[in-house]
């Protein structure tokens, strides 16, 4: 397996933190920035790099909600559940995304891995509530009906892509 | 690079000629809300529309403008995030709502070269048109002081903050005051930590500047994780070095040569303005080694969080910048002793910071003629929930919460009724009407069992099941906790699945009592603040709305009709027409039927989505 990876990515990002074990949280989220996950294969390699046990990288990429060990979809579709789109009723908007590309609570990422839907805590732009996020583009004041007509476009530019 | 005190003031002097010199500014919002709704695109689009026109524009203050610029801005939120994207047009002062990439043209021919007003743009509200920014009812009623360059400086531009008097503070602490004088100066303005526990910002630069250490730092917190809370990254992304020009200070009267920011992941807006704000300062010498040609030296980072409200502790907060897992520790000792790589560390929050510079150049008794007794000066909130008018305000403390939502808010939207509001996110409390007239300061809300927290508002209207918001906070901490101590990992796992039986219509009798068991020993035991007041939603709601619990437990019955598992779907047979439009819409297969005779529900199947509602051409189909 580690014969097949490339680590020219890694290197660069380890070079540029200067292996140093205070950043690897920043190591971390830049290794995902460019996978949009983080590859199993980084883990030997960065303890070796940055003398650390294996075991601590990895107590640090389990603690953090942002870092995910699976592959995510090129769309990842980010639901605010805060208070204040929750008080706006984002739930049916988490239901709609969920039913359009058949998901659930359990199964976040599709097979064909385009999509991956998710929930967050809160987005900060609660006065347009109920939002949710695609990709790095917030979108406001959702409703379900906005949310297939969302997915319906988003699928058409990754046929035409 | 600024060598000196006398070389700042020049600068300053050339920068201020210039920005009063600016005699046409279009200024966008750029805070999150009107990114989201296109404020971006707008910008680049009257950037286009005015250079097409032969205009010249500038983006950045320029010293020496050649004839007529017309000034194109990025700003910070402006607040009403509600009406957004939104356009401030100044001389003038008039504040153009809802602006859409169609209406560029129109802004730029009669605004821009007109002078004309546009009045389908103006907000209104019943009859009433406004034009003038400062006339709407949603600002005149708010004390700008934090916030007040938030919305009308480039965000972007160290220029602009300096013109407008920006790091005249920082002149101050360096050249005229020592290291005991600022410190004493933010004990006597009483300047309360604004990241909600409201302790005083004095004593804990008093505690770091009295320890004899060679290495300290000064932290701010950013990690503003509470739902419902986005105060903190308007500030950071707004008039990110007002915040800045606080840490330096900070740094000056503590003796610390090191700042970290600890900013949350999902403000990648607020990231990116930090990092331009840090790296104008160091290139004018503001920041970096040997400020103005002095011996002091500062230097700033930038530590992204990786999403965990935990961080927002301060032991949990330190021990992610120094890239492990965020887990609280037991204090004593004290961050100010035992903080960032075990040494003496100043923690506060972004708006906390961003008071110093106002306390510093206009003196603690200024400061102590704004807000109320104990607690001085201003809040920022963000208000949100089922209002009129939802942003970002700033009240001066002991403010009303019936004038911040009826007055600043506008009140319920769709004439909904009051219900109540929650403050103070995960850890604070809903309060009900009979609290409207209470002042809001840190004292007050403490004794009603509630605390600002970091400042989110969350009004609540009749349709909102307080066993559900209950329900809503638990699930929110229960994920989020960090799982180190047993009170907190344990027992917030077990109200939550108390929670979710009584929502889904299985409460048992004696849930009540076992909730508010488990919530007392919650508080009592558990390690970090956050682990303390995790149950405080769930006391709050029981203490004011213990009948909607009992109606969930006992009558399976939801007051609000809002608990999804307690709805329950019927057919009237007499207005069904048999046409099973219900039962191809339906996700589950529960309606079944025969053509032109009257269809069912198999409730055992329906999870109550209202689909089959929304399908039926004869409205058939009732929810009770």
């Known amino acids: 397996m580690h014969d097949n990876f490339d680590f020219s990515v890694t290197d660069k990002i380890l070079s540029e933190y200067k292996c140093s074990q205070q950043s690897i949280i920043a190591i971390l989220q ?11 294969e980084v883990f030997p390699y960065l303890a070796g790099k940055l003398d650390m046990s294996e075991a601590k990288i990895y107590s640090v990429a389990t603690f953090y909600e942002n870092f995910s060990l699976e592959q995510k979809g090129k769309y990842v579709i980010k639901i605010c559940d805060g208070t204040a789109c929750h008080v706006r009723h984002s739930l049916p908007i988490l239901e709609r995304f969920r039913q359009e590309l058949g998901l659930s609570a359990d199964k976040h990422t599709t097979d064909d891995l385009n999509f991956t839907v998710e929930t967050v805590s809160c987005l900060g732009a609660c006065g347009l509530a109920p939002v949710i996020m695609v990709n790095d583009e917030v979108y406001s004041a959702m409703t379900p009906e906005k949310a297939s007509e969302l997915i319906k476009k988003l699928k058409e530019e990754l046929a035409n892509a | 690079m600024l060598k000196s005190r006398s070389e700042l003031s020049a600068l300053r002097e050339e920068y201020s000629k210039a920005y009063a010199a600016q005699s046409r500014r279009l200024i966008v919002c750029a805070g999150t809300g009107c990114v989201a709704g296109g404020s971006m695109k707008i910008y680049d689009r009257l950037k286009e529309l005015l250079r097409e026109r032969g205009l010249s524009v500038a983006v950045e203050l320029e010293v020496d403008p050649h004839g007529d610029i017309i000034d194109l801005k990025k700003s910070g939120c402006h607040g009403f995030c509600e009406i957004g994207p ?81 790091y005249t503070a920082l002149e101050k602490a360096l050249f005229d005051m020592s290291p005991e004088s600022i410190t004493d100066e933010i004990k006597k303005s009483n300047l309360r930590g604004r990241g909600g526990g409201g302790f005083p910002a004095g004593r804990k630069w008093e505690q770091v500047r009295r320890q004899n250490v060679s290495q300290k730092y000064v932290v701010c917190n950013g990690d503003e994780g509470d739902p419902g809370a986005f105060m903190d990254g308007s500030i950071m992304g707004g008039d990110p070095h007002r ?3 606080g840490m330096i200070i900070a740094g000056i009267a503590t003796g610390a040569s090191e700042g970290y920011i600890y900013v949350r992941a999902e403000y990648p807006l607020a990231v990116e303005r930090l990092r331009t704000a840090i790296t104008q300062a160091e290139e004018l010498g503001i920041l970096g080694n040997n400020i103005l040609g002095t011996d002091f030296s500062f230097n700033l980072h930038i530590s992204r969080g990786a999403g965990a409200f935990v961080c927002g502790e301060g032991s949990a907060l330190t021990a992610s910048i120094e890239g492990k897992r965020g887990f609280p520790r037991v ?12 040494k003496p560390t100043v923690l506060n929050n972004v708006e906390t910071f961003a008071n110093v510079p106002l306390i510093i150049l206009n003196g603690a008794d200024w400061y102590l003629g704004i807000g109320s007794e104990t607690s001085p000066g201003t809040k920022a909130f963000a208000l949100t929930g089922n209002i009129m008018n939802t942003g970002l305000i ?22 909904a009724k009051f219900k109540a509001v929650q403050i103070g996110g995960p850890s604070g409390a809903c309060l009900t009407s009979e609290y409207l007239d209470l002042p809001l300061d840190f004292d007050t809300l403490k004794k009603v069992g509630a605390m600002i927290g970091s400042g989110g508002l969350v009004v609540m209207d009749d349709k909102t099941c307080m066993v559900e918001v209950a329900r809503f906070f638990m699930n929110f901490t229960q994920n989020e906790s960090c799982g180190k101590c047993v009170p907190c990992r344990e027992g917030t796992k077990r109200m939550l699945e108390i929670l979710e039986r009584i929502v ?22 558990a390690l970090c603040g956050l682990g303390k007041s995790a149950p405080n939603p769930i006391i709050s709601t029981i203490k004011n709305f213990r009948e909607e619990y009992e109606a969930h437990i006992y009558e399976k019955r939801c007051p609000a ?32 039927g025969k053509i032109k005779e009257p269809f ?10 209202g689909s089959c509602i929304d399908a039926c051409p004869f409205k058939a189909i009732k929810e009770a």
């Open chain 1, 30 to 40: 830049e290794i995902q920035e460019h996978y949009h996950y983080l590859p199993r």
């Open chain 2, 600 to 609: 069912t529900i198999d409730l055992s199947k329906c999870i109550r989505c």
């Open chain 2, 243 to 245: 915040m800045i020009e």
């Open chain 2, 504 to 525: 889904a219509g299985e409460g048992r009798d004696g849930d009540i009592e076992l909730l508010e068991e488990l919530a007392d020993t919650i508080v009592n035991t």
């Open chain 2, 561 to 592: 009709g809002a608990c999804q598992k307690l709805k329950k779907i019927y057919i009237e047979p007499e207005l069904c027409k048999g046409c099973s439009k219900c039962a191809r819409q339906c996700p589950v297969d529960a309606i079944s």
């Open chain 2, 86 to 166: 939104l356009l401030r047009i100044d001389p003038e002062g008039w504040l153009y709502t809802k602006v859409q990439l169609s209406d560029c043209e129109e802004i730029v021919e009669k605004t821009v070269l007109g002078g004309e007003h546009i009045d389908r743009l103006a907000y209104k509200c019943g009859c009433n048109t406004y034009k003038k920014h400062q006339d709407i009812p949603f600002y005149k009623n708010q004390t700008h002081i934090v916030l007040d360059q938030c919305g009308t400086i480039n965000a972007d531009s160290i220029r602009e903050y300096i013109a407008v008097g920006g």
């Open chain 2, 394 to 415: 700033e009240v001066p403390m002991g403010t009303t919460l019936r004038e911040i939502i009826f007055g600043i808010g506008g009140g319920m939207r769709d004439g």
């Open chain 2, 331 to 342: 204090k004593p000792p004290r961050t100010t002793e035992h903080g960032l790589f075990d």
